[in-house]
């Protein structure tokens, strides 16, 4: 590594211990958010079939409302996952980097940190690549905890993706509760 690095064992255990706390926690996004959607799902196909029934007790609003918050869910919900799977790709990559570097270094087998860092950054298409270069770039210039720091940010996207589809929810029963007539 071109850069002597201060601190090295407290910021490889804040790695590790991020990186891990991430994972679990973007599994359990990944969970709610899933759940969130296929019940939306099941509310959307129990009252498709008895549409023409439902409408004689809930208003038209009511009922696009519900229809347009299922396609706003389910967009949020691709996002969310496309973001699900990125924190978890690099959690397991940082996992397994552990696990390999430590094994290089047991065996006394050396690594060439610009090698390894200009190869990872070969693997990503565009734009991915453009984002695991910046954060290579900073860990190859002493910031080893840059890849978790940018990883946490997408998990916290995700948590956005999912309080939305959430909050979308919630909001789709309380106009549905305003809307029925009878």
């Known amino acids: 590594m071109e850069t002597e690095i201060s601190d090295l ?4 255990f804040v790695n590790n211990l991020v990186s891990r706390s991430m994972e679990a926690s973007s599994r359990n996004m990944d969970l709610f958010s899933g759940w969130l959607l296929v019940g939306f799902a099941a509310v959307v196909g129990a009252l498709l079939p008895n549409l023409g029934e439902v409408a004689k007790h809930v208003s038209s609003y009511a009922l696009q409302f519900l229809f347009f918050a ?15 799977v ?7 990559g940082s996992a397994i980097g552990r696990i390999e570097g430590r094994s290089a270094a047991e065996n006394g087998v050396p690594l060439e940190f610009s090698v390894v ?4 950054g070969r693997v990503f298409p565009w734009p991915s690549r453009w984002f695991v270069n910046r954060s290579l770039e900073k860990v190859r210039c002493g910031e080893i905890t840059a890849s978790t720091r940018s990883v946490a940010k997408l998990m916290q996207i995700q948590a956005l993706f999912t309080l939305l589809q959430a909050l979308t929810a919630i909001c789709v029963v309380g106009v549905l509760a305003l809307g029925v007539t009878f």
């Open 70 to 84: 299922f396609f706003v869910v389910a967009i949020l919900a691709v996002f969310a996952k496309i973001l699900a």
């Open 117 to 120: 860092f200009l190869e990872m």
């Open 9 to 12: 064992h407290e910021k490889a």
């Open 86 to 92: 990125f924190v978890a790709g690099a959690c397991a």
